[in-house]
């Protein structure tokens, strides 16, 4: 059994990061979703242990303290983090897991885990950032705004990243992070040990 790899998929609120994961997880069992803890409300259609765990601030601090969390970071007001064991017990598995995170969360996981591979998904423009963002219909226009000017923030760390993917169409961009995780696996360190075996 090879161990799984970990995939990072940061971009802008709003570019279309849920969608693309959605397409992206259709009939994979190969693939684990980390799901992460915040202390944000569940938005309309948002079940708690599917798309996040819905916790409130202390119980997220109580995770802090037991280092329980690969890495959690604050966002627009509210507290995001991922839950370690789910993680590791995946990847041991032989499972490739996704973490949808933004950037100061994914700078920790590079620290600590450098092999994880970063992707990054980018509006094909700020006016079409600004469209998705309004028509999904979930925000106040003043979170928006917050939303907006962080995805500007996170644009200008973005070259941090290992892939850009453009997400102009959800079928290229399902279709190039799939290019992506399947040349991550080709690369002569897990070839090599596979071989080795
Ligand atoms: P994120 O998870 O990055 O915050 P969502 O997946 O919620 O973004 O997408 C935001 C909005 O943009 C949704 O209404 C979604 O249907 C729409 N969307 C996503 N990808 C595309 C695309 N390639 N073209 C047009 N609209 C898109
Ligand atoms: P949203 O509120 O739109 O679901 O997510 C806001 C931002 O938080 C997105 O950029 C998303 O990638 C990020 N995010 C979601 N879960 C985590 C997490 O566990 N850790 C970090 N650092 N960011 C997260």
């Not at 990072?8 to 069992?29: W, Y």
């Not at 169409?169 to 190039?176: D, N």
Request: proline residues 4%.
């Amino acid at each position: 059994m090879h161990q799984g790899k970990t995939f990072i998929i940061s971009g802008p609120s709003g570019v279309g990061k849920s969608t693309v994961l959605h397409e992206l997880f259709k009939g994979r069992d190969d693939l684990y979703f980390s799901i992460s803890a915040t202390t944000r409300e569940p938005r309309e259609g948002e079940e708690d242990g599917v798309h996040y765990h819905f916790i409130d601030v202390k119980h997220f601090q109580e995770l802090i303290e037991a280092d329980a969390l690969l890495e959690y970071a604050e966002y627009v007001g509210n507290f995001y983090g991922t839950p370690k064991k789910y993680v590791d017990k995946a990847m041991n598995e032989g499972k490739d897991v996704i973490l949808d995170i933004e950037v100061q969360g994914a700078l920790q996981v590079c620290t600590k885990r450098p092999e994880t591979v970063r992707i990054f998904i980018a509006p094909p423009s700020w006016d079409e950032l600004e469209r998705r963002l309004t028509s999904r219909g979930t925000d106040s226009p003043d979170k928006i705004q917050k939303r907006l000017l962080r995805a500007k923030a996170e644009l200008q760390t973005a070259d941090v990243y290992d892939y850009f993917v453009i997400n102009d169409s959800v079928e290229r961009a399902v279709r190039e992070i799939n290019a992506i995780m399947i040349a991550e696996h080709c690369k002569p360190a897990d070839r090599m040990k596979i071989l080795s075996e």
